[in-house]
């Protein structure tokens, strides 16, 4: 537990480090952050979902958020019951330096990012890797942004980022079961 006591102060005097030295990261946290919300997340899977070549990759990304969010929000968070970062005095007056961006429920595990990752891995996973990269550098900066804005721990975010990444890896590997992709050619739902 020490380790992760001392990974966690670590990384969060890191972030706030980036805050001395420009303010421009606090507008910048605060705009990543917001792609890691569940909304725009699931209006680009839909958006996937609608596109015929696209398809599978929608699927698995909208199966992926919605299974990674249930098992992080609904039984992690408050199993774990971990309080804020910002409730402790120490990184309270970091919050307050980076804009008081308010949160109401437990800290661990990081939602924003076990949403981020489980909706835009398995785009790393379907298409070309030489661009596809850039669909996890989109979800490791949300998860920094969690971190930079000190509402989570950065072992919240880790764990939140191995939650997306897993589920939507699970849901990936049974897509393309040979069983179950039978099923979706019935369906039109493969390419």
Do not use: Q
């Amino acid at each position: 537990m020490e380790i992760i006591n001392i990974f966690d102060k670590k990384l969060i005097e890191f972030a706030h480090s980036l805050h001395n030295n420009s303010k421009l990261f606090d507008l910048f946290f605060s705009a990543i952050t917001n792609l890691g919300e569940s909304l725009p997340l699931i209006v680009f899977s839909l958006i996937l979902i609608f596109i015929k070549r696209t398809r599978l990759c929608g699927i698995n990304m909208m199966a992926s958020l919605f299974i990674s969010v249930f098992i992080g929000a609904i039984i992690l968070k408050p199993l774990i019951a971990r309080e804020r970062p910002f409730m402790d005095p120490v990184y309270n007056e970091y919050w307050i330096a980076v804009g008081k961006h308010i949160e109401t429920s437990f800290s661990c595990p990081s939602s924003h990012t076990t949403a981020s990752f489980a909706a835009l891995f398995p785009i790393f996973l379907y298409f070309d890797k030489r661009y596809s990269f850039i669909a996890i550098i989109i979800a490791l900066m949300i998860g920094f942004s969690r971190i930079y804005l000190v509402v989570h721990y950065p072992s919240d975010v880790l764990l939140g980022m191995c939650i997306g990444i897993s589920v939507s890896t699970i849901i990936y590997f049974i897509l393309h079961n040979n069983i179950v992709k039978e099923k979706l050619i019935r369906f039109n739902i493969y390419n």
